[in-house]
């Protein structure tokens, strides 16, 4: 027997009063999960597909339909008569928003947590430079009006957390560069994802506000240098913060 099953590692939600796209949902999701952990190793062929779905209890077409989530975020590839293997980390879309908020979930290594930051370092910074040049009235208005949000909520809380969102869209959108801006959803994912990890013991380990009031300023001020500046400054520190959270 596969010893996925075996091991009784596997534990699907119950399927009464749930919906056929919520259950295909879960199953793709606790399969990531165990893919993202290595607890399904690359190369790990799952059994057929008759026989999988009556060891889960499910449908043949809830099985395929959460297969088929999963192959489109390159996790897996299907192949009639091969079967559904789990493919090799390389190939995984690591940076679909679904698949980052699975990572956090499993729990991420320090590696693709420096890894997701330096992205960020390489993209905002000059994100943020550009918005200084090119941002609007409205959206330096937007941008203060977040960061009224976040400074009265915190972003311990979810209304905090959306604001922060919304504050960095705000500048992704000012950059009006279509490319930027179609990165805006990876982006606001492992902003959201990563506030939550540093706050898992239940605090921040600091007070992230006086970056964004700076990289606020920077722009509303349309100063390309500063913004720049104050960008990298937000995303390191976060990154130091993120660092101190995995060590508590």
Avoid: C
């Avoid at 590692?9 to 056929?20: D, I, T």
């Avoid at 993202?36 to 779905?53: A, N, R, V, Y």
């Avoid at 606020?216 to 390309?224: E, L, M, V, W, Y």
Wanted: no cysteine; aromatic share 6%; proline share 4%.
């Amino acid at each position: 027997m596969n010893d996925y099953v075996s091991d009784q590692k596997f534990r699907l939600l119950p399927a009464g009063g749930r919906s056929g796209r919520r259950m295909h949902g879960s199953l793709a999701q606790q399969l990531a999960v165990q893919i993202l952990k290595g607890e399904l190793p690359e190369g790990h062929l799952f059994p057929g597909e008759i026989e999988f779905s009556e060891q889960l209890g499910i449908s043949r077409s809830a099985l395929r339909e959460a297969f088929r989530i999963l192959a489109a975020k390159g996790l897996v590839d299907s192949r009639p008569k091969a079967g559904t293997r789990v493919k090799m980390r390389r190939q995984w879309s690591l940076l679909d928003p679904d698949l980052l908020a699975w990572q956090f979930e499993a729990e991420p290594t320090l590696q693709f947590l420096r890894d997701l930051f330096e992205l960020r370092m390489m993209i905002e910074p000059a994100a943020a430079a550009i918005a200084a040049e090119r941002r609007t009235d409205a959206q330096v208005a937007d941008m203060d009006e977040a960061l009224q949000v976040m400074g009265q909520h915190g972003l311990t809380t979810e209304v905090g957390r959306l604001a922060d969102q919304r504050f960095h869209t705000v500048m992704l959108e000012a950059t009006r560069n279509e490319a930027v801006i179609a990165l805006a959803s990876t982006i606001m994912a492992a902003i959201a994802w990563t506030t939550i990890f540093k706050q898992r013991n239940g605090v921040l380990p600091r007070d992230p506000m006086p970056e964004h009031r700076a990289l606020h300023d920077a722009i509303a001020q349309g100063s390309a240098t500063a913004a720049e500046a104050a960008m990298r400054e937000l995303v390191q520190l976060a990154l130091v913060d993120t660092e101190i959270s995995m060590r508590e």
